[in-house]
């Protein structure tokens, strides 16, 4: 997959142009990258290479050039706003995406796919942002 290049070490984000191109899947106009799936980033010093989790929705994609991701780490600590991941999810030893470390990066800083999560997984993830950012719906019911 060819990801765009759109960000000059010289302009700020705000000035780069919308019109990024696009690999479309089979030609049919729809994006490649989809929510939920597991990237390797190139995050730059001191963080370097690791994977990611795209958060952004489906429709962005083909219109921006970043996306909302979080962060995958070995560092686990059994908290609620961390959702287990490892071998089963394409990645090759145990962490967690931890939804306490969300960014918007470039998309011209995802390396590899790694893999699409399952929906299961997904729904746990979508419940880890929400405890993350004070929406807990267990207090709500």
């Known amino acids: 997959m060819q990801l765009c290049s759109t960000r000059p070490a010289d302009v700020s984000p705000s000035s780069i142009a919308k019109s990024c ?3 479309t899947d089979a030609g049919e106009g729809k994006s490649v990258l989809k929510r939920g799936e597991l990237w ?3 995050l730059g010093e001191p963080v370097g290479s690791r994977p990611v989790l795209l958060l952004s929705r489906d429709g962005t994609y083909p219109f921006r050039n970043q996306a909302t991701v979080a962060l995958v780490t070995r560092t686990m600590r059994a908290i609620r706003t961390q959702v287990p ?3 089963d999810d394409g990645l090759d030893y145990d962490g967690v995406i931890n939804c306490d470390d969300v960014h918007t990066i470039y998309l ?3 390396r590899h796919l ?3 999560l399952t929906q299961p997984k ?3 993830v979508e ?3 929400l405890v993350a ?3 807990d719906c267990a207090e709500h019911v």
């Open 133 to 135: 950012i004070g929406i």
């Open 40 to 42: 390797t980033a190139d």
């Open 85 to 87: 991941v490892g071998p």
């Open 127 to 129: 419940q880890a942002l």
């Open 122 to 124: 997904l729904r746990a």
């Open 21 to 23: 191109p696009r690999s």
């Open 114 to 116: 790694i893999a699409l």
């Open 108 to 110: 011209d800083q995802l």
